[in-house]
Every structure is written in C-alpha cells, then in structure tokens.
Nanobody, 125 residues
C-alpha cells in the first residue's frame, strides 16, 4: 500500500522558514520522481518543485525560485522542502507526490501517480 505522509507545516510569520518532510512507503522510492505542489483556498493546484530519482535534475516553480529548496534521501525514503523568506502568498496546503515517468512534464500535477494528504502552511503578514 503506497503512502505519502507530509509533516512540518504550520503557522509562521512572513520572512520566516519552514521545512516540510514527506515520508514514503509501499513502493520503490528511488525509482520515482518526487514533487511538491500546493493549493491555496479557491485556487488551482500549483507546481512548487520536483526532484529526479537520484537528485540530479531539480526544477522549481517561478514563484518559489531562490527561496525554496527540494531534496531527497533515498536511504530514508524521504523528500524535503526547505522554504525560506516565506510570504503571505505562500499560504496553501502543500502536497508531496510521486511519479514513475513524468519525463519533461514533471511540473504537471496530472502526471503524478501518488499523492499525500497535504500539510497546511500559513504565513502571517
């Protein structure tokens, strides 16, 4: 049974930092691209970042470039999202996701096979 469990969300002041974690189980973690997406209230799900199976390819959404860092630990079946210089507009539910073969479409939510339940991040201004 595949499980993706996010943790580390919460309330933070603008300018602060948080680190989200995602624990994966039930599949061969190292064979999957891992992504982070977010969805603010009333908005569509937005691409945040993805990391390839071995971490050699990384990409970020334009709104988080230079502030967020994605990383993974294949030995621990974990993926992380370090978020710095947080802004009120970063407030959203953050989801981790796994995909076996997104190719050049790893920024598209529809490509991903498995999803976590989400973790709320609220940034107060």
């Amino acid at each position: 049974q595949v499980q993706l469990v996010e943790s580390g969300g919460g309330l933070v002041q603008a300018g602060g930092s948080l680190r989200l974690s995602c624990a994966a189980s039930g599949y061969t973690f190292s064979r999957y691209v891992m992504g982070w997406f977010r969805q603010a209230l009333g908005k569509e799900r937005e691409f945040v970042a993805f990391i390839s199976q071995r971490g050699s390819i990384i990409d970020y959404g334009d709104s988080v470039k230079g502030r967020f860092t994605i990383s993974r630990d294949n030995a621990k079946n974990m993926v992380y999202l370090r978020m710095n210089s947080l802004k009120a507009e970063d407030t959203a539910v953050y989801y981790c996701a796994a995909d076996s073969s997104c190719g050049r479409r790893c920024s598209l939510a529809a490509e991903y096979d498995y999803w976590g339940q989400g973790s709320q991040v609220t940034v107060s201004s």
